[in-house]
């Protein structure tokens, strides 16, 4: 079956400081891969994702990902963090082959704190 | 700009009640989902549909019934809410999966149930 680890549940960073967010995954095939961001109080907002192709993706907001195959990992990760990425990030596979529901499943989550 | 809408952001139900939580996406997407978010826990699909009228159970479907009358419109059913069901209920929508892979999700603000 799918699963998706994030093995850090809470991390906190100074501002200005690099920022990496682990994210391994079990699948059979190639996955779809993803990263969301959820602010306090709101809905998960897309950061960016990986279908095929290069395996370093860019996302919004400076946030880039890069898709290891041979480690199973999607990490996260970011040069200089801000205060305002503070909040909740989500790592989440897509099932490769569901031409009905295009469901995702996702980690637990990592929250993410900043330091001024 | 793509749009998911769930009615009711904050509900306090007692024990039993009968709980429905509403979602509206103004986008033609075919798909729509429904996910619990628990701390720890990430999301759990609860149900998804692909139609209008279809229903699939996603992996917590106990106690839980859902209802798809209109393409735009899915609705979580708490047939008799018991206080394990407190939790943020997301909702989420999408196109139907392209050949080049997964589509994106698109989700609400979440609808924060506590049940007393």
């Known amino acids: 079956a799918q699963s998706v680890t994030q093995p850090d549940i809470h991390i906190t960073v100074s501002e200005g400081a690099s920022l990496e967010l682990r994210c391994n995954y079990s699948y059979g095939a190639t996955p779809y891969l993803f990263w969301y961001v959820q602010s306090p109080g709101q809905g998960l907002q897309l950061l960016l994702k990986y279908f095929s192709g290069d395996t370093l993706v860019q996302g919004i907001k400076g946030f880039e990902a890069e898709f290891k195959r041979s480690q199973s990992s999607f990490n996260l990760r970011k040069p200089s963090v801000h205060w305002s990425d503070a909040a909740e990030y989500f790592c989440?596979?897509?099932?490769?082959?569901?031409?009905?529901?295009?469901?995702?499943?996702f980690g637990q989550g990592t929250e993410l704190s900043v330091k001024p | 700009d793509v749009k998911v809408t769930q009615s009711s952001r904050y509900l306090v139900k007692r024990t039993g009640e009968k709980v429905f939580l509403e979602c509206v996406q103004d986008?033609?997407?075919?798909?729509m989902f429904w996910y619990r978010q628990d701390p720890g826990l990430g999301l759990r699909l609860i149900y998804f549909?692909?139609?209008?009228?279809?229903?699939e159970k996603g992996d917590i479907p106990e106690g839980y019934s859902v209802s798809r009358e209109k393409k735009e419109r899915f609705s979580l059913i708490l047939e008799s809410a018991s206080t394990n069901q407190t939790s943020m209920y997301l909702c989420?929508?999408?196109?139907?999966?392209?050949?080049?892979?997964?589509?994106?999700?698109?989700f609400g603000a979440g609808s924060r149930l506590t049940v007393l």
């Open positions: 549909s692909y139609d209008v009228k279809m229903k």
């Open positions: 989440a596979v897509g099932q490769h082959g569901d031409n009905q529901g295009g469901k995702l499943i």
């Open positions: 986008m033609d997407h075919e798909n």
């Open positions: 989420a929508s999408s196109h139907l999966p392209t050949a080049s892979g997964a589509n994106v999700l698109t």
